[in-house]
């Protein structure tokens, strides 16, 4: 066949296709647009969440600004740069960037060196030597968008892979500060039972000196000291839990376990959720959360795997061609060799491939109907976690003053009934009962400002703060 009938066969071919194109292949070309609806009261209502149609966000605060706290900044920067979750992560987005790069590279030819020699002889004849010296090169051309959607499938599933590293940066970030915020917390509280343990242990020193003058009985020494034992005991506890959160810490810094670095509490403080939930929270803040935009993105994937499985109902379109030097002319053995060309066109219609493609098929648009219903799930998920975190923040705002107010009146009872068994007025066991309220108080106390930096930082991420 000449070179002239092959480029001939070629362009029918091709004509065919285009105008199978025109008739049949409408729509397999589409690109992804994000229609899934969700629910308008995404925050709720039961804690009368304003929803502003516009306005700032905390989380498009970087997490650099929202801590403020220099040896918190310093862990947090450690942790990214160590932490083998993310490392991980990272790998996994490098993986997807190659593997789009192979989809990208599909428009292209392939070309191959393939050698070939042969010894023959018949009939103790004289061996002939044959060989052939070719360039191979084979082509598909995405006539009805095959490569196209699987590259479009591709540079989603590399937006998956980013979304999913940012979704455990976001982490790791949220897990150092609350760590940190408990080391804080767990010293004021060790500060607290180390200053308690001082004052019971003169309260003790008292009760003994009035029972050694007959002015108190043995059993109230003997309470005094349980109660000072006690204290005792929890600063053994507060101490062990100290170390078991700096070793978490250390975890995610992948290093051996030791000491992490910290202020006093207080020191700096974090962003407060009154201004936001007063002034309204933006409802497409949401869009800034790496698992809703991963979910978009998987809805995505799932779009343009369902046009390449659409996509292979159609003729498939094959260009190939072999160019080389050869010394078998069709049995024929020449020497010196000649030129060798060959060109073929070759189309391929799916008939009846055993019920493969429409199976394919059925199973892409399933897909693509689960990830949308998970994609409103996590658009629901993501509003209930901010409604969470707004409710936390304003019970712990509550209580801070009811613990504020408790304390200052238990530090007062406990003065003057220690005053007031210092002369003999007073029993031990409301002495006792004055110092063991006045420490839960304190821890309490203690805890609930915990609980309320917590709050917040929940809030920060769940409105997708952290991946700036």
């Not at 029918?12 to 899934?36: D, F, H, P, R």
């Not at 403020?68 to 740069?81: G, N, R, S």
């Not at 998956?160 to 982490?171: G, I, P, S, W, Y």
Request: aromatic fraction near 8%; hydrophobic fraction near 40%.
């Amino acid at each position: 066949m000449t070179k002239y009938q092959n480029m001939k066969i070629l362009k029918n071919i091709l004509l065919v296709a285009l105008v199978s194109l025109m008739l049949t292949g409408c729509g397999i070309y589409n690109k992804y647009e994000q229609k899934t609806e969700t629910p308008a009261d995404v925050f709720g209502t039961s804690n009368n969440i304003k929803t502003a149609s516009d306005g700032a966000s905390i989380a498009q605060v970087s997490w650099r600004e929202f801590f403020t706290d220099p040896l918190l900044q310093q862990l947090i920067e450690q942790v990214l740069a160590s932490n083998t979750d993310l490392n991980s992560a990272r790998i996994a987005v490098e993986k997807s960037l190659a593997s789009l790069t192979a989809a990208k590279m599909a428009y292209l030819p392939s070309l191959y060196f393939a050698p070939q020699g042969t010894l023959s002889s018949f009939d103790k004849s004289p061996v002939s030597k044959t060989y052939t010296l070719p360039l191979q090169l084979s082509m598909d051309i995405d006539v009805f968008g095959s490569i196209t959607n699987q590259k479009r499938a591709a540079k989603a599933v590399v937006m998956q892979a980013q979304m999913q590293e940012e979704a455990v940066r976001t982490n790791l970030i949220s897990i150092t500060a609350q760590q940190y915020l408990m080391l804080q917390v767990l010293d004021l509280q060790l500060e607290i039972l180390t200053q308690t343990d001082s004052l019971w242990n003169k309260s003790l020193e008292t009760e003994q000196a009035l029972w050694e003058n007959g002015k108190a009985y043995s059993t109230a020494v003997n309470q005094m000291e349980a109660s000072y034992l006690n204290v005792k005991t929890q600063i053994a506890d507060t101490r062990r839990n100290i170390i078991a959160v700096e070793n978490a810490i250390c975890k995610l810094l992948a290093v051996s376990p030791q000491h992490i670095n910290r202020q006093k509490w207080g020191t700096s403080t974090l962003h407060h959720a009154e201004a936001i939930i007063q002034t309204g929270i933006p409802a497409q803040m949401l869009e800034n959360r790496p698992d809703i935009r991963m979910a978009n993105h998987a809805m995505e994937e799932a779009f343009y795997n369902t046009q390449a499985a659409r996509s292979a109902f159609y003729p498939n379109i094959t260009l190939s061609g072999l160019l080389g030097w050869t010394n078998d002319a069709g049995g024929i053995v020449v020497n010196p060799g000649k030129m060798l060309f060959n060109a073929v066109a070759q189309l391929t219609q799916p008939i009846f491939a055993r019920g493969k493609l429409i199976a394919n098929k059925k199973i892409a648009q399933l897909t693509e109907e689960d990830l949308q219903k998970k994609y409103v799930q996590t658009v629901i998920n993501a509003g209930n976690e901010v409604n969470e975190a707004i409710a936390d923040c304003m019970t712990a705002r509550e209580k801070n003053g009811y613990y504020q107010r408790q304390v200052q009146v238990l530090r007062e009872a406990y003065s003057g009934t220690h005053e007031l068994m210092d002369n003999g007025k007073a029993s031990y066991l409301e002495v006792l009962t004055a110092q063991e309220s006045l420490l839960n108080a304190q821890l309490s106390e203690a805890m609930n400002m915990y609980d309320a930096a917590e709050a917040v930082i929940a809030l920060y991420i769940a409105l997708g703060g952290g991946t700036k």
